[in-house]
């Protein structure tokens, strides 16, 4: 089966006590939208990004989340999730992605995606959902939802196919580089050479085998 856009979402401006950002304000209540949007090398058009001192930025231009694995929260916690519920700005259908491997490339619409890291959650995220142990089930899942670089700037659409169009070789997934960042250190080793990997990340993983932190 061929992966697809299940929507493309946009943040709009939240106050909330929760909010991430200095002035109260967060966008990770991200609401789908129709027609195309163009996603840019600094992040996705029409976006609200509050706290830009973690979030947004060319490393993580464009955060996507399975509707799959959103069907399993669904489930687990007894309420419906609408795309965007994730504080995605890409729900997809049938697509691997807590699978995808680190580097690997998406293109889709007139755009070129490439994967770089994990989503961490955060206090934000609890707050949004009203579940203050939420970080602990998130990260025990781990289906963490991937960021994205811009390779090439385009339009994507709900619908949009999402095609892999190269994946390296050293097979590292989003999956691996969330779990050995959490609850798996025993995997930190495979992070350290993978070219693709943010540099923070691999320096983390670097001061944690040599004993720190």
């Not at 995220?125 to 090439?152: E, H, K, Q």
Request: negative net charge.
């Amino acid at each position: 089966m061929t992966g697809r856009l299940a929507a493309v979402n946009i943040g709009v401006v939240t106050e909330a006590e929760w909010a991430g950002d200095a002035s109260g304000r967060s966008g990770i209540d991200k609401r789908p939208v129709d027609g195309p949007v163009l996603l840019r090398v600094d992040g996705v058009a029409g976006d609200f990004i509050g706290e830009r001192a973690h979030h947004g930025g060319p490393e993580q231009a464009v955060y996507a989340y399975a509707e799959e694995d959103a069907s399993w929260w669904a489930g687990e916690i007894g309420r419906s999730i609408r795309p965007g519920g994730f504080g995605e700005n890409l729900t997809t259908y049938a697509v691997d992605v807590t699978g995808a491997v680190i580097g690997e490339r998406w293109a889709v619409g007139s755009a070129l995606l490439q994967v770089t890291k994990p989503r961490t959650p955060c206090t934000t995220f609890a707050g949004f959902w009203g579940m203050p142990d939420l970080i602990r089930r998130f990260t025990a899942r781990a289906t963490p939802g991937a960021y994205l670089r811009v390779l090439r700037e385009g339009e994507v659409g709900a619908g949009d196919p999402v095609e892999v169009v190269d994946r390296p070789a050293h097979g590292v997934t989003i999956g691996e580089v969330f779990r050995a960042m959490s609850l798996e250190p025993e995997l930190l080793p495979r992070l350290v050479d993978v070219p693709d990997l943010p540099e923070k990340i691999r320096d983390k993983a670097r001061r944690r085998l040599a004993g720190g932190s």
